[in-house]
C-alpha cells in the first residue's frame, strides 16, 4: 500500500501557508454557506486571525487513494477507533490574505492500522470497509475556518503518517449529502509532529498495526519545510495521549 506514485509532482497552483495568531475579530468575506450545509459552527471556537504575511508552500501530490463523490459532514469518523483529533484549518486568499468563506474542505486519511476506505487490506489487515470511512469535508465559515473531527492516522508501507487535503469553490451540494463541480484549488498533504506521533503509536489499536513505520525525516513527500509544508500545529485536548490533540493550519490559496 506504498504511495509509489507518490514521487513529488510539479507545482500545478500557487498556494500559500500564513500565520494564523491569537483570537481578535475575524474578517468576514463572500456569501455566507447554504443554512443547511454543514460548516464551521460557532461552537466556542475561538476565532482565527490571519497575519498579512503570506509564505509560499508547494502543493503534495494528489497519492493513489482518492476518490471522488464523497460525503460533505464535519464528522468524518464513522465510529473508527483511534484518538481524536479536531482539525480547524483555515482557507486564505494567497494575494490579500483574506479568508475565503464557503470552500469546500476535503480529507481523507488511513485508519489506526494504515487501511484507507475503498482500499481495505492493501496494508495487510482485514476489516469491514463502507468506502467512506474517514472520507469527507465541510464548507469554511465567514471566517475561512473548516472544522473537522477525525481521528489521528495511521501509517502504512513507505509512507509517515499524513492526511490529504482538497480545497475547492463553486461546489454544488447534491441531496445525498456529497457534492459535485467547483474548482479545485489546492490538494496538499498535513504533516504530523515525530514526538506526538511515537507517543500516539504505543496506544492500541495504533500499537497493533505491525508495519514498520516511516518517520517523518525518512518520507518521501514531506520536505522537512514545518509548516510551509504542511505541518500541523498540534495541542493536546487532554492530560493523556489518548485524550486526543487539536490541529490547526492555514492554507492560502490562488483564486
Given at each position: 500500500?506504498?504511495?509509489?506514485?507518490?514521487?513529488?509532482?510539479?507545482?500545478?497552483?500557487?498556494?500559500?501557508?500564513?500565520?494564523?495568531?491569537?483570537?481578535?475579530?475575524?474578517?468576514?468575506?463572500?456569501?455566507?454557506?447554504?443554512?443547511?450545509?454543514?460548516?464551521?459552527?460557532?461552537?466556542?471556537?475561538?476565532?482565527?486571525?490571519?497575519?498579512?504575511?503570506?509564505?509560499?508552500?508547494?502543493?503534495?501530490?494528489e497519492g493513489p487513494y482518492y476518490l471522488d463523490g464523497q460525503y460533505v459532514r464535519a464528522d468524518i469518523t464513522e465510529g473508527k477507533?483511534?484518538?481524536?483529533?479536531?482539525?480547524?484549518?483555515?482557507?486564505?486568499?494567497?494575494d490579500t490574505c483574506v479568508p475565503i468563506s464557503n470552500a469546500l474542505v476535503e480529507l481523507w486519511h488511513a485508519d489506526a492500522l494504515g487501511e484507507y476506505s475503498g482500499f481495505v487490506g492493501n496494508n495487510g489487515h482485514t476489516e469491514p470497509d463502507s468506502g467512506t470511512f474517514l472520507r469527507g469535508g465541510v464548507l469554511t465559515n465567514a471566517s475561512g475556518v473548516a472544522s473537522i473531527t477525525t481521528v489521528y492516522p495511521g501509517w502504512y508501507r513507505g509512507r509517515c503518517v499524513h492526511i490529504h487535503v482538497k480545497v475547492h469553490t463553486n461546489v454544488t451540494l447534491t441531496s445525498d449529502g456529497s457534492f459535485t463541480g467547483g474548482q479545485e484549488l489546492h490538494t496538499g498533504q498535513l504533516f504530523f509532529d515525530e514526538t506526538i506521533t511515537t507517543a500516539v503509536a504505543r496506544v492500541s489499536p495504533y500499537s497493533t498495526n505491525r508495519v514498520t513505520r516511516t518517520t517523518l525525516a525518512q518520507d518521501s513527500i514531506y520536505d522537512d519545510a514545518g509548516a510551509a509544508s504542511g505541518l500541523l500545529t498540534l495541542t493536546a485536548l487532554g492530560s493523556s495521549t489518548s485524550s486526543g490533540y487539536a490541529g490547526t493550519l492555514t492554507l492560502g490559496v490562488e483564486r
Open positions: 500500500m506504498t504511495d509509489t506514485s507518490d514521487a513529488r509532482t510539479p507545482i500545478g497552483r500557487r498556494t500559500v501557508l500564513v500565520a494564523t495568531g491569537a483570537t481578535a475579530a475575524a474578517l468576514a468575506v463572500g456569501a455566507a454557506a447554504r443554512p443547511d450545509a454543514p460548516t464551521a459552527e460557532a461552537d466556542g471556537t475561538a476565532p482565527v486571525t490571519v497575519a498579512a504575511v503570506c509564505t509560499l508552500t508547494k502543493e503534495m501530490t477507533a483511534g484518538i481524536p483529533l479536531k482539525l480547524a484549518l483555515t482557507v486564505v486568499d494567497d
